[in-house]
């Protein structure tokens, strides 16, 4: 069993920049890759980005490429997504997710998923 918990989220400006984190509490030997979705209010829940734990392979929605960054510390267990120039359309609840197998951008890969954090961009 793989517990995520994400933080990092909050209020910014238009044109700001936040850092998000998530925690695996498994040893991360188990897991295959992370990733990062968002759910704005009336709307699907949407990939943004995922990584592999072993070497760090990424892959982005085109809406944040040159925006957005996700990262990884295997020490800490912990993936990062780095969001810069932010917009008011990137305001929605960030939920982070892992997987011991497979990495992709569909909801239904991964297994496991954090309770989110809030994300608003004002303009």
């Known amino acids: 069993q793989v517990q995520l918990v994400e933080s990092g989220g909050g209020l910014v400006q238009a044109g700001g920049s936040l850092r998000l984190s998530c925690v695996a509490s498994?040893?991360?030997?188990?897991?295959?890759?992370m990733a990062w979705f968002r759910q704005a209010p009336g709307k699907e829940r949407g990939f943004i980005a995922a990584?592999?734990?072993?070497?760090?392979?990424?892959h982005y929605t085109d809406s944040v490429k040159g925006r957005f960054t996700i990262s990884r510390d295997n020490a800490k267990n912990t993936v990062y997504l780095q969001m810069n120039n932010l917009k008011p359309e990137d305001t929605a609840v960030y939920y982070c997710a892992a997987d011991p197998y497979a990495l992709g951008s569909r909801t239904d890969v991964y297994d496991y998923w954090g309770q989110g954090t809030q994300v608003t961009v004002s303009s």
């Open positions: 498994a040893r991360t030997f188990t897991i295959y890759s």
């Open positions: 990584i592999t734990w072993t070497d760090g392979t990424t």
